[in-house]
């Protein structure tokens, strides 16, 4: 079952047993701005496949179409500055925006865009000039919307150092959802 079909099953359930009313929510479509300011575009490696790399990108924009009455439907569409990539390490920033991973003078753009169905988003990713398809797992998270998936960093030409940053990515873009958002649902 849909989780759309499911949430009206529920509020439908809730309705018939009086403890909530049965008029009908209606749903809202929501176009959210996404930038550093409401959003995140971030990842995790792992060094030595057990310590945690994280970076985030710091120049970024896009568009997230949610619908209040189910957030897990969406489209959604960043563009990030390959070269705004922040780590905690400033060696290992600069090492990852050089030729040998991200090649930022080269490959300037990181992007992804895709579509949301059944709690999933299923979409592009644009990194390294490579251009793929990548499946993200959708929630929410304490009043955001979050999108998050590994890649393997070889299929985007981005292997180099395995043993120091490990096969694979997790990828995790998350957005602020607007007030009242969730209670419209």
């Avoid at 792992?46 to 310590?51: A, C, D, H, I, M």
């Avoid at 619908?67 to 400033?90: F, G, H, R, W, Y």
């Avoid at 060696?91 to 080269?106: N, P, W, Y």
Wanted: aromatic share 6%; charged share 15%.
């Amino acid at each position: 079952m849909k989780t759309r079909q499911v949430g009206q099953l529920i509020r439908w359930a809730l309705a018939t047993l009086g403890i909530i009313q049965a008029s009908p929510v209606a749903a809202a479509t929501h176009t959210l701005t996404l930038n550093p300011g409401s959003a995140q575009v971030a990842f995790r490696a792992y060094g030595l496949r057990v310590l945690p790399i994280d970076g985030a990108f710091t120049r970024f924009n896009g568009t997230l179409v949610v619908d209040s009455a189910d957030p897990t439907a969406c489209q959604v569409n960043i563009k990030a500055e390959a070269v705004s990539l922040q780590m905690p390490d400033s060696a290992m920033t600069k090492d990852a925006l050089g030729a040998d991973l991200l090649d930022v003078t080269r490959h300037p753009a990181f992007a992804f865009n895709g579509q949301c169905r059944e709690g999933q988003v299923r979409g592009t990713l644009l990194l390294h000039g490579v251009s793929r398809p990548l499946t993200l797992d959708v929630g929410l998270e304490r009043g955001r919307w979050v999108a998050a998936g590994r890649m393997r960093r070889a299929n985007w030409d981005t292997g180099a150092r395995p043993l120091l940053a490990g096969p694979a990515a997790r990828i995790r873009f998350t957005a602020a959802l607007p007030a009242g958002f969730l209670a419209a649902s």
